[in-house]
T-cell receptor, first 114, second 114 residues
């Protein structure tokens, strides 16, 4: 167990809908990351937050947004869902924000868009 | 652009034998590399890392080799065990990348035969 908690574990929703994925980082970790894992794109970095502030951004779609709250948990919001958004979404956390900081991954949320 | 790739998508190995997983990267400025293991239904798990000022680093039953001349990274697993069956990813954190953004390779599946 990495100590990173993601909910829900599975989510099935229809195209056009909006969902929110939740992540609780390891105790003491200030940085959270979101990654998308799909069959055709592999593991793709979406976004990083550190202590409530956006720190780095990847190829995150405009339909997607994220935030980190004062209690350090994070939410990833996915809207106007398309079939191609079906994927595993991982949250990771680390103590620090910078490079060379080991990131611990949660078990992921499997999103299926039908 | 930056990319990290793998040569072998699937590696079958006899239990007790050594495994070698290869990875090529394209960003010559990359200075930090990590190997992750992902078991079925779980998130990626950190195995070992190496900085660009090193060419070899050893852990418990694992060794990572870095050849900057040809931009190649490998993970060696000694005495492969059934529990080593998983998908292995190499990842890099580009020197110019903000935050702690990791770029993952496509992954290699290791199947350990009893």
């Amino acid at each position: 167990d990495s100590g990173v908690t993601q909910t829900p574990k599975h989510l099935i929703t229809a195209t056009g809908q909006r969902v929110t994925l939740r992540c609780s980082p390891r105790s003491g970790d200030l940085s959270v990351y979101w990654y998308q894992q799909s069959l055709d794109q592999g593991l793709q970095f979406l976004i990083q937050y550190y202590n409530g502030e956006e720190r780095a951004k990847g190829n995150i779609l405009e339909r997607f947004s994220a935030q980190q709250f004062p209690d350090l948990h994070s939410e990833l919001n996915l809207s106007s869902l398309e079939l191609g958004d079906s994927a595993l979404y991982f949250c990771a956390s680390s103590v620090d924000q910078g490079k060379n900081t080991e990131a611990f991954f949660g078990q992921g949320t499997r999103l299926t868009v039908v | 652009g930056e990319s990290v790739g793998l040569h072998l998508p699937t590696l079958s190995v006899q239990e007790g034998d050594n495994s070698i997983i290869n990875c090529a990267y394209s960003n010559s400025a990359s200075d930090y590399f990590i190997w992750y293991k992902q078991e079925s239904g779980k998130g990626p798990q950190f195995i070992i890392d190496i900085r660009s000022n090193m060419d070899k680093r050893q852990g418990q039953r694992v060794t990572v080799l870095l050849n900057k001349t040809v931009k190649h990274l490998s993970l060696q697993i000694a005495a492969t065990q059934p529990g080593d069956s998983a998908v292995y990813f190499c990842a890099e954190n580009g020197i110019k990348a903000a935050g702690n953004k990791l770029t993952f390779g496509g992954g290699t599946r290791v199947l350990v035969k009893p």
